[in-house]
């Protein structure tokens, strides 16, 4: 199953934070985060691994709960440059069967 | 570094075709990942390679398959192209399996 991110969309002012949450039906080793802008490739953000990690990336910071098997992306005063879509990437199962699922996204528009 | 490379950028197949695509890993990178990015399925597992070998398979029919070579470099084939298969494939790469994953800026397949 896909891992379901909330909100599907969000508009923002400059300045204005964001919370993007990521929840995944099964157990979760990592969580991956990556934005994509519009024609281009997924750039790589921040990864989360089993524990409670939280890691930030300038002002750009997530939190991981492997107990509710969730993830949350956190973005401060966010700025023009962070709009884009926003996914989170999850390992699945290790049978064979598939590794990495991608949540069903977030799009967040930041107007000056 | 050189980052991910992807070739062609662009192609367009006529139904029952088949094509294959070529990806080159950043230098030094022994894992190569392929994704299928749909507007209505998102972007969607295909499978992993590391050293030449298949390490994990996501939930594609058998008319899409791939190859890593000794370089690392991979290549995948789509046979009997349908309409469906159209969407922009992505290839990623990292150092190792459990590692970040840096996009290429994918190949646009269009079938008529």
């Known amino acids: 199953q896909q891992p379901v991110q909330s909100p599907q969309a969000v508009i923002l002012r400059e300045g204005e934070d964001a919370v993007i949450n990521c929840s995944s039906s099964?157990?979760?080793?990592?969580v991956h985060w990556y934005r994509q802008k519009h024609g281009e490739a997924p750039v790589f953000l921040m990864i989360?691994?089993?524990?409670?990690e939280q890691k930030g990336h300038e002002k750009i910071s997530a939190s991981f709960n492997e107990k509710k098997q969730q993830s949350s992306l956190y973005l401060t005063a966010s700025q023009l440059s962070y709009s884009g879509t926003y996914f989170c990437g999850t390992e699945g199962e290790t049978s064979g069967t598939y590794k990495y699922i991608f949540g069903t996204g977030t799009r967040l528009k930041v107007l000056a | 570094k050189a980052g991910v490379t992807q070739t062609p950028r662009y192609l367009i197949k006529t139904r029952g075709q088949q094509v294959t695509l070529s990806c080159s890993p950043i230098?030094?990178?022994?894992?190569v990942s392929w994704y299928q990015q749909t507007p209505g399925q998102g972007l969607q597992f295909l499978f992993e390679y590391f050293s030449e070998t298949q390490r994990n398979k996501g939930n594609f029919p058998g008319r899409f398959s791939g190859r890593q070579f000794s370089n690392s470099r991979s290549e995948m084939n789509v046979s009997t192209l349908e309409l469906g298969d159209s969407a922009l494939y992505l290839c990623a790469s990292s150092f190792r399996t459990d590692n970040e994953q840096y996009f290429g800026p994918g190949t646009r397949l269009t079938v008529t």
């Open positions: 099964k157990a979760l080793y990592s």
């Open positions: 230098s030094g990178h022994r894992s």
């Open positions: 989360l691994l089993k524990g409670g």
